[in-house]
């Protein structure tokens, strides 16, 4: 068993930034890969970025290349997202994810969520 916790969600204005964190707890966290999923009202579920156990791949969703980082720290057993230049769009719930393995982009193949928290953007 895995257990996440998203944090770090808020409201901001277009332009502005903000950072997500997302503590894990359960599981040897370094063994795992994590990504951050967003959903919309009335949209699906969409993959916004993950990262591999070392942190040494990372991949983003094209609308937010550029914008968004995703990062970990082991030691700390917690996943960030540092959001930049955020835009009216990005205003979703934010959810956390984790799988063993290798890293994907698929939200089906993880197996861990956390609760999501939620961003709101205004422009």
């Known amino acids: 068993q895995v257990q996440l916790v998203e944090s770090g969600g808020g409201l901001v204005q277009a332009g502005g930034s903000l950072r997500l964190s997302c503590a894990a707890s359960?599981?040897?966290?370094?063994?795992?890969?994590m990504g951050w999923f967003r959903q919309a009202p009335g949209k699906e579920r969409e993959f916004v970025a993950a990262i591999n156990w070392s942190g040494g791949r990372t991949y983003y969703a094209d609308s937010v290349k550029g914008r968004f980082t995703i990062s970990r720290d082991n030691a700390k057993n917690t996943v960030y997202l540092q959001m930049n230049s955020l835009k009216p769009e990005d205003m979703a719930v934010y959810y956390c994810a984790a799988k063993p393995g290798v890293v994907v982009i698929t939200t089906g193949a993880y197996d861990y969520w956390g609760q999501g928290t939620q961003v709101t953007v205004t422009s």
């Open positions: 359960g599981r040897p966290f370094s063994s795992y890969a």
